[in-house]
């Protein structure tokens, strides 16, 4: 266990309850064959990938999101929040939104959602890609952890606070150089029913660079509309057991919204004061949406 990051109370056996419709099992071996060869597409090509110019690296990247999505069977929509007087922003308007909308910060924001599922990375991804941050643990995982390492991912150790300040100092020079970060601030996975106060620590590094934090909400729902738990990614479950109970789901949506950005604080009479509002600020957006 984490000595600063929580631990969420969401568990399997009390949060997984309600079943959703299923395909068939031919259809799940289906996916998640086409999941591994799209995965392993992406490590042979995350090299040359890595090579390209940022537009070019970035277009890819998202298509390659939304390939690996669509082979587990989740229908993404992207978009930013309704307001009076403005069209809905959902489906493939959503997406050009995402793409380049006013609620979407210029390059170097700090980029901070809710945290559900394994899901939610090719989910930002797939609306704007940028390096993650993530727990040192996901190094190790099979496959995936080689593909996200040489993305770029910043690796978190959240069990030696010590190390807390470099990884600060090191999302503050990415984002200081024009590429967006992002970060689950709920420090732990939850349901999507329950979540977690946003910690204001990784707040530090947008303060430090002087850039936007982008909100994003994340919600999961079936193609009737009811929400759904499925792809929650919590308590001691495994990857493997979480994938498979993923592609066994028949109509789950993702819905991500980018909502708008909220600029650097002005003077705050201490570091901690403006990380803080920050991490109030953020989390009181995603809330209002989800």
Not at 258 to 268: A, N, V, Y
Request: net charge positive.
């Amino acid at each position: 266990m984490s000595v600063w990051l929580p631990t969420a109370t969401c568990r399997p056996e009390t949060c997984l309850g309600e079943r959703a419709p299923e395909v068939s099992h031919p259809r799940r071996v289906l996916r998640l064959t086409a999941c591994l060869v799209a995965v392993l597409a992406g490590v042979l090509l995350s090299l040359p990938v890595r090579l390209l110019p940022y537009g070019a690296r970035d277009r890819l990247i998202r298509l390659w999101a939304r390939v690996l999505l669509r082979t587990l069977g989740v229908t993404v929509h992207l978009g930013t929040p309704r307001t009076p007087g403005t069209p809905g922003s959902a489906g493939a308007a959503g997406a050009a939104g995402a793409a380049g909308g006013t609620a979407v910060a210029a390059d170097g924001a700090l980029v901070v959602a809710n945290h559900v599922s394994w899901l939610d990375i090719p989910l930002l991804a797939a609306g704007r890609p940028g390096r993650s941050l993530a727990k040192t643990e996901v190094r190790r995982w099979p496959v995936l952890g080689p593909l996200v390492a040489w993305g770029g991912t910043v690796f978190l150790d959240r069990d030696r606070l010590r190390t807390l300040p470099d990884t600060v100092a090191t999302v503050a020079e990415v984002l200081r150089s024009g590429h967006p970060v992002i970060v689950f601030p709920e420090g732990s996975t939850w349901c999507g029913r329950e979540s977690g106060r946003f910690r204001p620590a990784l707040f530090q590094a947008a303060v430090e660079a002087g850039a936007f934090v982008q909100p994003v909400t994340i919600r999961y729902r079936l193609a009737d509309g009811r929400s759904t738990s499925a792809p929650a990614f919590i308590g001691d479950e495994g990857l493997l057991t979480s994938l498979a109970r993923v592609v066994a789901v028949r109509g789950l949506v993702a819905d991500v919204t980018f909502l708008p950005p909220i600029p650097p604080p002005g003077p705050q009479p201490t570091r901690a004061g403006a990380r803080r509002e920050l991490a109030r600020a953020a989390q009181a957006a995603v809330e209002g949406i989800r």
